[in-house]
């Protein structure tokens, strides 16, 4: 069955970094187009990124651009969010997912605090 399995997230001062990494399996993931997602606190979930199948193409949401980086390893079915120059407003639980499915994993918790 199709599987995501979020890890990396943590606590780290404004300005830090974090490293997000996604494990996905039960689907041809080289053939997917894989998504971040996040939700913060008493709010809705929200796109942060997209990667293409092969990393040719990338979207960011306005407020991660040049902060975030999603890449990929089709080789490990891995997809990843280099996280740099952290703000208080990334607190949220991060989520990956590949559309069409509708299965999410348990996310992984994001805390940017001082």
């Known amino acids: 069955q199709v599987q995501f399995v979020e890890s990396g997230g943590g606590s780290v001062q404004p300005g830090g970094s974090l490293r997000l990494s996604c494990a996905a399996s039960?689907?041809?993931?080289?053939?997917?187009?894989m998504k971040w997602y996040r939700q913060a606190p008493g709010k809705g979930r929200e796109l942060v990124a997209i990667?293409?199948?092969?990393?040719?193409?990338?979207y960011y949401v306005d407020s991660v651009k040049g902060r975030f980086t999603i890449s990929r390893d089709n080789a490990k079915n891995m997809v990843y969010l280099q996280m740099d120059n952290l703000k208080p407003e990334d607190t949220a639980e991060y989520y990956c997912?590949?559309?069409?499915?509708?299965?999410w994993g348990q996310g992984t918790r994001v805390t940017v605090s001082s």
């Open positions: 997912n590949a559309p069409p499915f509708s299965v």
């Open positions: 039960g689907f041809p993931f080289s053939s997917y187009t």
């Open positions: 990667i293409s199948q092969l990393a040719d193409s990338t």
